[in-house]
């Protein structure tokens, strides 16, 4: 394997630091509106509630995020890609979010712990009493077997991001290429580990907020949900570098055309995915399975399921079909912020329906219960961000000794 000494001095080390104070002081002045939400949701009827799942909304839209970079870093050390080394550094940053997002998943799993029904009916012991069903799931879903999982998730990822984030870092110091053949001998077994860790986390976070219904095909809907957010907010994040002066000459047009691409074929495997599950469900027409799919055609949430079928698939469809449009930054960086917003409505979708107070009513939610959702999710990603910051630190924002980096720069579409 060819060494990149000569390479790593015709590249200059960037950090994240030259972006000045501001962007950390912006990440934790928005993590204010948290406390904020919180109050939102005490001063309001069933407010607890609400704040209560909108906050279990926020914390696993970020981490579909991190988690979907965690998989882009996995399979690139996998394959031996070249082309994506300059992006890569970026992508095991954003991976590093599942650290500060296991404090703030915390207080969900101490709540659940309580025996607090407040969001999963399976925590507290009279309603399994009275539920049949509940009592047959008891031995997986109960408080103390869901809190070792909590470790376990958790532990999984943050130990991957660790992992291949300080491996690659120390390249940088020491230019060794055994640690990219360590890393690409390590990627397989971390993503047979990742594969299980994420589907069980999706059944057991979401899925499990309606204990009674399930689907086999729910964790690779989360898992396609995350790399859509993924990929929309590695084209925001590049481009928005690229505008400050960072990274300008290692990434070019070329890479954020192939970031463009494929944030438009997760896109499509997550429609392939989500109808899938739809008729999968729909044929076999079985009670227990069909009421997921008919609340959300009910009490207005119709409207919300509308809008992902045309807001999340078909519009964007249309448009990144476009050469042109994934190859000009500005047209890039304007779908890639409109495939986040849908990413958030699509949790937001899954989740909030769940709601037990007023059976969920989209129709009946006020300003105030919205305005706490947002607040809710500003709050969290101020957090989340500040951690990322942090977490960047002085290390470069680029794997300027990777032996592939030769390749990356002169990375050309045909």
Known sequence: MQTSS??????SVQTLAELGPLPMKVALGCSVLLPVAFVLGFLMDNGTELFAFSYLQSTFFFLSISLGALFFVLIQ???RAGWSVVLRRISEFISMGVIPLAVLVLPIVLVTLSGSDILYQWASSKNVAGDHLLQAKAPYLNSGFFALRYVIYFGSWIFLARFFLNKSVAQDENGDPELTLL???RSGPALLLYAFTISFAAIDFIMSLDAHWFSTI????YFAAGLVGFFSTLAITLIYLRSKGLLQEPINVEHLHDVGKLLFAFNCFWAYIAISQ?????YANIPEETVFFLHRQEHGWGIISLILVIGHFAIPFVFFMSRWMKRNPKTL???AAYLLVMNWIDIFWLVMPNVKSGSGDFLGVSFAMILMNICCTVGVGGI???GLLKFAGQKSVMPVRDPRLEESLKFHNI
């Open 77 to 79: 050390q996998l394959t």
């Open 218 to 221: 729910f964790g690779v809907y």
């Open 278 to 282: 739809y008729l999968l469900i729909w």
């Open 183 to 185: 890393m690409e001998r």
């Open 333 to 335: 960086f304007f779908w």
């Open 6 to 11: 000569d390479t790593n001095n015709k590249v």
């Open 384 to 386: 989340y961000v500040a």
